[in-house]
């Protein structure tokens, strides 16, 4: 399968039959979305900065509710969770992703604000590729992104909904976020794109992956 980091909270996932979905898709945040195609688009929340699901060519069916699906041999589940640390009561709901491409599992924590538990670990276990938000202020923090990732152990994590360059939303750098793993954990990427395959993923350690933003 492949994984295109499409900037901010959005991502390409693509399966070896060819089913694509669109995790995220954002609007006016500074930098102008690339222009994809997909089967599918998913909302994590209702924010400008995760709904632009007309951005999206193609057609695609837009998942934005708790349940489980299936989209072109692609099983998609979709978890109830919180937008910050007060069971909603701020930000309201956001919805995780858990997608199976490939034999991999795949999990998207959209704008997840609440704090680690081990009821919502047991939910999105098992997971071999994490998507989390890092940048804080309205998501989890680089330090509670730690704990996630040592508590849900992935073979592979990939940061978003950190600053970068022309973004005009107040959240901080990924740097944070990596200081808190050794050098040799962490692969900075000049590609918005990298291809896995479920026989190179190892349990036996975490590799932090820092990605490009496709820009066209």
């Known amino acids: 399968m492949k994984i295109r980091y ?36 998913t909302v994590s929340h209702g924010h400008y900065d995760h709904n632009n699901v007309g951005a999206v060519k193609g057609s695609p069916v837009i998942f934005d ?12 589940t979709a978890i109830k ?5 007060e069971n909603g009561e701020r930000r309201g709901d956001n919805l995780i992703f858990k997608f199976r491409m490939d034999g991999l599992e795949i999990c998207h924590l959209g704008d997840l604000g609440e704090e680690c538990s ?14 989390i938000p890092v940048g804080g202020n309205y998501t989890i923090d680089a330090e ?48 918005s794109e990298i291809e896995l395959f479920r026989d190179d993923i190892t349990e036996d350690s975490t590799k932090i992956i820092v990605m490009e933003r496709a820009k066209e």
């Open 6 to 41: 499409l900037g901010h909270s959005c991502f390409m996932l693509t399966e070896s039959t060819g089913t694509t979905i669109v995790t995220d898709p954002y609007g006016a945040i500074g930098y102008k979305m690339p222009s994809v195609k997909a089967d599918a688009v």
């Open 65 to 76: 509710e708790e349940g489980t699906y299936e989209i072109g041999g692609v099983d998609v």
């Open 81 to 85: 969770s919180y937008h910050d640390d």
């Open 118 to 131: 081990s009821a919502l670990i047991e939910m999105l276990l098992p997971v071999h590729v994490l998507l």
């Open 144 to 191: 509670q992104a730690k704990e996630y990732v040592d508590r849900i152990m992935p073979a592979i994590v990939i940061p978003m909904h950190y600053k970068t360059k022309g973004l005009n939303i107040d959240v901080d750098k990924v740097d944070d976020f990596l200081d808190k793993f050794e050098s040799d954990e962490v692969e900075e990427l000049e590609d």
